[in-house]
Nanobody, 115 residues
Framework: QVQLVESGGGLVQAGGSLSLSCAAS????????MGWYRQAPGKQREVVAT???????TYTDSVKGRFTISRDNAKSTVVLQMNSLKPEDTAVYYC?????????WGQGTQVTVSS
């Protein structure tokens, strides 16, 4: 069984920063891709950033230059550093990891950016 625990969400003013962390625990050999997704009210869940085992990173266009994703394989964690936050970044953020052949999702953490 694999469990994900997210932390770091909260309320911040526009222009501020937050760091989200996701730690995986359980019985597994290695984690393949890791990533962060978000879902705003009334909208579909969208990918924010992903990082592979080899370190290949992708970002959705709206966060490029503001968000940074990183992972610590020894600690089975993935971190999303969010800077220059905007009100449109407000959403529930979810961690997702892939341990083949399936994926696992965190419980979600609320990020609210006030204008």
């Amino acid at each position: 069984q694999v469990q994900l625990v997210e932390s770091g969400g909260g309320l911040v003013q526009a222009g501020g920063s937050l760091s989200l962390s996701c730690a995986a625990s359980g019985s597994f050999f290695s984690i393949n891709a890791m990533g962060w997704y978000r879902q705003a009210p009334g909208k579909q869940r969208e990918v924010v950033a992903t990082i592979t085992t080899g370190g290949k990173i992708t970002y959705t266009d709206s966060v490029k230059g503001r968000f940074t994703i990183s992972r610590d394989n020894a600690k089975s964690t993935v971190v999303l550093q969010m800077n220059s936050l905007k009100p449109e970044d407000t959403a529930v953020y979810y961690c997702r990891i892939i341990i083949l052949p399936r994926d696992y999702w965190g419980q979600g953490t609320q990020v609210t950016v006030s204008s």
